[in-house]
C-alpha cells in the first residue's frame, strides 16, 4: 500500500495512537525538498543508538517518554517535550514506554 | 528582560499553558539561521488576518482550538491537529477558545 504524505495544508493527526502504537510504524507524514515531518513510533525498550544526522531537527514526544542523550547528557522527554538540535551532533534515544514522537528534519541547508 | 532561547538540545516545554495562558505571550523559542520554533498564544477571538511567510512551516495546536484558513477551506484544529505548508500560501487564524499553537519556520530556503 502507498503511504499517504499529506498535501501542503492538510490537516494531520498527531494525537496519541493509545493501544494502536503497538501495531503503528514509524511514518513520514510531510516530505517535500527542504523538510521531512515524521513520526517515530518506539516500543519499551527499543533503542535507536548514536548517530547524527546532516540538518539541524526538531524532536517532540507525542505519547510515552524516551531518555534523549547527547554524550553524557540525558534527558527524559515526556508529552510536551520538545528539544531543537543543531545538524551533525550525535544523539541517541532509548524508549521508556511505549512512545511516539514527532521529529521535524530540515534536509537541505544552504 | 532578555527573552531565552533555547540552546541545541536543551529540553524545552511546551506542555499546555492552561490558566497561564491569560498572562503569557507569544515567544521564539529556538532560532538559527535557517530554523524558527515559537509558541504563538491567541486568546478567543484573536484574529490573525490572511497574510503569508516566505518559508515553509509547520503549526501544531498545542491546547485550544483554532479555525485555519486557507482561500475558503477552514479546519478546525484542536490539540493533536498539526498541518505543514508551503512557503508563499496565503492564510489565516482565528482563536476559537484561548489556543496556544507550535509554529516551525524554515528561514532561509535555498
Redesign the interface.
Known sequence: MAIHH?L?????????LGAAIETTRTAT??K????E?FRMVLLAGKQMPEHHVAG?F?I?C?EGSVEFS?GT?R?I?G????????GG?P?SLVAIEDSSV?V?L?L???
Request: with cysteine; proline share 5%.
Open positions: 499529506a501542503s495544508g492538510e490537516l494531520i493527526d498527531i494525537r496519541p507524514l510531510y517535500t525538498q527542504h523538510i515531518v539541524e526538531t517532540q507525542l547527547i547528557t534527558d522527554m508529552p510536551g517535550s520538545l528539544k531543537c538540535l543543531a551532533v544523539h514527532l521535524t530540515l537541505h541547508e544552504a
